[in-house]
């Protein structure tokens, strides 16, 4: 790959260029293939080499490129020692979980030499998503980018860009990841954080012998760009910025958003933003950078990730500028910006938004010390809902559902937690244990939910971005402190919240959303913060068959990889 990276489809003209392959007719929705060989290869950064597990060598992996009501084939053959599954992050995939990718939860993983074939169809949704490894920390590398066009015919609700770009960020270890998380679980303590940031898989020359892993985007002057931003960091918040340039927020986690102007983007793992950049400044080379929020205090990896944006015809001798960007701990820029965010509620893209309520739950995050008998202490953190520490099955829990195989789960996880507290208080250091177990919410088919995530001081606040399969969902309040269920929800925004799939629970705050049960099936629902979920900050909502065949789960595919 040549330092200035070329853009991917950036033109319309482009893209039809590039998709000419697919089409049978341009307006009809096309069936797309995709071949991913999971393998092993030698990778060098920062002046280390290192085994990676990789999707057809590629690092980060290919880019998937369909339309609005295209169908996808992705044909996945596991060629590394690894167990392996891949999460198509914030696709909806309706009545289809057998497509989703999480082990354990929707599918058992793919052996050793098997191949499995997701089959997606893509329906109302148009933007950016990506995907992922989705089991062990495997996601450290295995990971690309997913861009959906709209319908052919339909533009974008905004100034159709000259180009376009993927920045991808991500988090990389110079040890084994796998070899990490298994000396953290043996002291029954974090695993080392990560050695740098990446964007494009790129350090960047910040870091030693990273001069040439850098990633460098060719713009001309004048010319407006749109870059799709994907936080692929296994668990660090991020701020993006591009020195001397603004950016407009056009969309975020594919849900096109009112445009609003800012030095700086916030970004939690899971989540995708995508931005405006007008080549408008003197012409030169600009730094974009990374480097991660944190506004509690934990350790964390404070490394600076930068990429280069290039004015044509600029020498690389001219020493680029560096982006102001906000403080590791500016807890006021975060909330501001996410504040900011906004459904576009037009006619053409609304904002369906649940006004009436049929459950309410209340879900608490904590983090706990469990007894380990295979740990060096004797002792391991945990983290939890509701004081449940969620236990992974030996089967997929959708197998489980759909066959009525007994004994895998429960659906008795409690609407709230057994006892109330001040959940944001002095941290609270005793009684730190948890309960353990499977155990699972069911919802009634097209049933109206409004879930409450409340941080609690339980060792300490933190931010958690909270992902759930299968489902947008609408965020009508969030607040700092402990949730008020009398007085918060006037306060609700049920207009033109922002639609997403993964969303930041403030450090000692709470975050309300609000969705519509109107997809059968098991989807989970976790911490998009590796070490957490790993943990057991996780559950999965059972979401009960509807009235009829067109409203219920599909039959498994027939290569569903056996368990």
């Keep these: 790959m040549a330092k200035h990276n070329s853009f991917c489809c950036g033109s319309s003209a482009l893209l039809f260029l590039c998709l000419v392959g697919f089409f049978s007719t341009p307006a009809n929705a096309a069936l797309k293939t995709y071949r991913f060989d999971v393998q092993v290869k030698n990778v060098s950064r920062l002046c280390h080499s290192k085994p990676i597990v990789t999707v057809n060598g590629m690092f980060p992996g290919p880019t998937v490129y369909a339309r609005e009501g295209d169908t996808l084939l992705v044909n996945v053959t596991n060629h590394a020692q690894y167990n392996m599954s891949i999460h198509w992050h914030g696709l909806k995939q309706y009545r289809n979980g057998w497509a989703d990718g999480p082990a354990y939860i929707t ?98 020359p910040l870091f030693p012998c990273s001069e040439k892993h850098t990633y460098a985007l060719e713009v001309e002057q004048g010319k407006t760009y749109l870059l799709r931003i994907i936080n692929a960091a296994l668990n660090d918040e991020l701020f993006f910025a591009i020195a001397g340039h603004n950016l407009t927020v056009v969309e975020i986690d594919a849900v096109y958003t009112k445009q609003f102007t800012s030095q700086a983007i916030l970004i939690a793992p899971g989540q995708t933003t995508n931005v405006l950049v007008q080549a ?178 339980l060792l300490t606040v933190e931010s958690h971005p909270f992902h759930l399969h299968g489902y947008n969902f609408f965020v009508v309040g969030t607040g700092v402190g402990n949730f008020d269920p009398k007085k918060d929800p006037a306060k609700y925004n049920l207009v033109d919240p922002p639609e997403r799939n993964t969303i930041g629970v403030p450090t000692g705050g709470w975050v309300a959303i609000r969705f519509r049960a109107d997809n059968p099936g098991v989807w989970f629902m976790h911490c998009h913060l590796e070490l957490h979920t790993s943990w057991g900050l996780k559950t999965a909502f059972v979401v009960e068959n509807g009235k009829d065949s067109d409203h219920s789960i599909l039959p498994p595919p027939t290569d569903l990889p056996p368990c």
């Design 107 to 204: 599918q058992c993983p793919i052996k050793t030499g098997h191949s499995y074939t997701y089959n997606i169809t893509i329906t109302g949704q148009r933007g950016t998503l990506w995907w992922h490894a989705h089991i062990f920390w495997l996601r450290a590398t295995v990971y690309g980018a997913i861009v959906i066009l709209p319908k052919q015919g339909t533009g974008f609700p905004f100034p159709q860009p000259y180009k376009e770009a993927n920045i991808v960020l991500g988090e990389w270890w110079n040890n084994d990841v796998e070899e990490v998380v298994k000396q953290g679980n043996k002291l029954g303590l974090p695993p080392n954080m990560s050695d740098a940031h990446t964007i494009n898989g790129k350090p960047g």
């Design 280 to 457: 408008n400044q003197a012409p030169g080379r600009y730094f974009m950078a990374a480097r991660p929020f944190m506004d509690a205090p934990v350790s964390i990896d404070n490394k600076t990730a930068t990429g280069i944006l290039q004015y044509k015809g600029i020498p690389n001798t001219v020493q680029p500028v560096l982006p102001q960007l906000p403080a590791l701990n500016d807890t006021a820029f975060a909330l501001s910006f996410n504040a900011k965010l906004r459904s576009l509620n037009t006619a053409q893209f609304p904002a369906s938004v649940p006004l009436k309520v049929g459950r309410h739950l209340f879900y608490t995050i904590g983090l706990g010390i469990n007894q380990c008998t295979t740990c060096l202490n004797g002792t391991q953190l945990t983290a939890s809902l509701n004081n449940i520490t969620f236990v992974m099955p030996q089967i997929g829990l959708l197998q489980a559902h759909y066959f009525n195989t007994k004994g895998v789960f429960t659906t008795d996880f409690p609407d709230r937690p057994p006892t109330p507290f001040n959940y944001t208080g002095a941290p609270l250091t005793a009684n730190l244990g948890t309960k353990i177990g499977t155990r699972l919410s069911k919802l009634a088919f097209n049933s109206t939910v409004e879930l409450v995530l409340q941080d609690t001081n």
